[in-house]
């Protein structure tokens, strides 16, 4: 994982292309959406974001496979494959990621804290990317949400400083 591509040029490259971005987060609780409109001009490509926190929700507004979170749990890499198409499609835009994870500090369903799936949905894309990543809750969302903007922005073209 970089950790090298920032916000302002992720809004920068959708506002030159014409696209839009929209969000399901769930152990990053909306940081990728905060980080993202926290630039100026951000609603020309922001759509919006669902922070899906509890499991149900995962189904309920991202459209996630209730029989795959029944039986693989919330931190699986279809499930953010899944999020990511539910978030594009549900908020109507050109791209949709998906995030979700273990923040710690306990494990969940049996997955280690650090554990993170990444996923992107575009038109011909649908990528997921899975993370071990280390220190405590705070460092684990952060980086999962810098993650998500590399993963974006590694679609987009976008170089990273």
């Keep these: 994982m970089s ?9 920068a490259a959708l506002r030159e292309r014409g696209e839009t971005v929209a969000t ?9 959406a905060v980080a993202l409109t926290d630039v100026p001009g951000a609603s020309a490509v922001v759509r919006g974001g669902l922070v899906v926190y509890a499991t149900d929700l995962k189904h309920a507004l991202a459209g996630v496979d209730a029989d795959l979170l029944a ?15 539910g978030a594009r499609t549900r908020c109507g835009a050109t791209w949709g990621l998906g995030l979700t994870g273990v923040a710690g500090p306990d494990p969940q369903d049996g997955v280690p804290p650090g554990t993170v799936h ?5 038109r011909s894309v649908s990528t997921v990317q899975t993370f ?12 999962s949400a810098a993650a998500a903007l590399d993963l974006l922005g590694e679609h987009l073209k976008i170089s990273i400083r």
């Design 132 to 143: 071990t990543l280390g220190g405590g809750r705070h460092e684990v969302r952060a980086a």
């Design 24 to 32: 399901a987060e769930s152990l990053t609780a909306g940081l990728v």
């Design 71 to 85: 039986e693989h749990g919330a931190v699986h890499p279809e499930v953010a494959r899944q999020l990511a198409e």
């Design 3 to 11: 950790g090298g591509v920032d916000a302002r040029d992720v809004v």
């Design 118 to 122: 990444v996923g992107l949905s575009g």
